[in-house]
């Protein structure tokens, strides 16, 4: 029978795991939310698809480790949950361009062990956060493959609500259910708005990362967990500089900027070098 309270003294005295983090520290908590926002073009699908792949393999994320002196100098500076199963609903990419452009340059990287706990939605069409026939298909299928982490790509693609209405709350509280139902991890790519604000004097008004999700401000309520990708390479270079900015971290503290060298086509990703007197390195600061 469903007991629809829980007391206190029983969350107290219950053995929780220790582990209670999918991205550490203290980023993405199991059977939270996670929002990966960024324009068009800068990588925010591959990202995701190689976040996916680290949760399975167990891979520290973009390869950063601690630099100062500490105890736990060298250790990975995200540390990441390993032995995940991942549901990847993406509404945007075919299969067979998905097996060339994003599995293959994965698997030439990490060889194919990760292949039998990644899934992808074979009809993504038919599995949409809005009520009705496609959202019950989907809610079935999470019930029964039970996945650790759902992916949403974009989210734009996943409903038919006005982006900027508070009507936004619908199709994440259908992610709640998909969440409650599995017990998984969800992370949802977002675009960022290309639209400038401007003030009575016509001057552009700085947003705040936390501003640059595209639609209501329910979205980035919603998150626990909001990353702005940045693409800071200037001309069309096949290396991207990008730029990570925390824009939200409900369960940690504010994290200063990191820098990557994206390469998409090989699906590789690491720390972007800095030298003393780089600007990055003044940006970048320490944790």
């Known amino acids: 029978m469903f007991e629809p309270l829980i007391g ?5 005295e219950t053995s929780y795991p220790e582990m209670q983090f999918l991205l550490g520290p203290n980023l993405l908590p199991k059977s939270g939310r996670m929002l990966l926002t960024a324009e068009n073009g800068t990588g925010k699908s591959a990202i995701a698809l190689y976040t996916s792949v680290c949760t399975i393999l167990g891979l520290p994320w973009f390869g950063f480790t601690n630099s100062h002196k500490a105890e736990d100098f ?3 500076s995200f540390p990441i949950m390993g032995g995940n199963k991942v549901l990847y609903v993406d509404y945007e990419v075919p299969q067979a361009i998905r097996r060339s452009l994003r599995l293959q340059p994965l698997v030439n990287k990490f060889g194919t062990a990760f292949l039998q706990n990644l899934s992808f939605a074979r009809m993504p069409t038919h599995f949409r956060l809005e009520a009705g026939p496609a959202f019950d298909r989907l809610l079935k299928i999470v019930e ?7 992916v949403i790509d974009p989210l734009s693609s996943s409903h038919s609500e006005e982006e900027n209405s508070s009507r936004m709350r619908v199709p994440l509280n259908h992610i709640d259910r998909l969440i409650d139902a599995s017990g998984a991890a969800a992370i949802v790519i977002h675009h960022a708005t290309t639209k400038k604000s401007r003030n009575q004097s016509g001057e552009v008004i700085t947003r705040g990362a936390k501003e640059q999700s595209r639609g209501h401000s329910s979205i980035t309520d919603w998150a626990d967990f ?6 800071k390479t200037a001309g069309q270079n096949r290396v991207k500089t990008l730029e990570l900015t925390f824009a939200k971290t409900r369960y940690s503290h504010k994290r200063q900027k990191r820098y ?7 699906m590789t990703f690491e720390p972007a070098p800095v030298s003393p ?4 390195l003044n940006e970048l600061g320490e944790e």
């Open 74 to 76: 060298g250790k990975p």
């Open 8 to 12: 206190a003294q029983e969350i107290f």
């Open 226 to 231: 909001n990353m702005l990708v940045t693409d």
């Open 277 to 280: 007197t780089s600007k990055l």
């Open 260 to 266: 990557i060298l994206a390469d998409i086509g090989g």
């Open 144 to 150: 029964e493959f039970k996945p650790d982490v759902i």
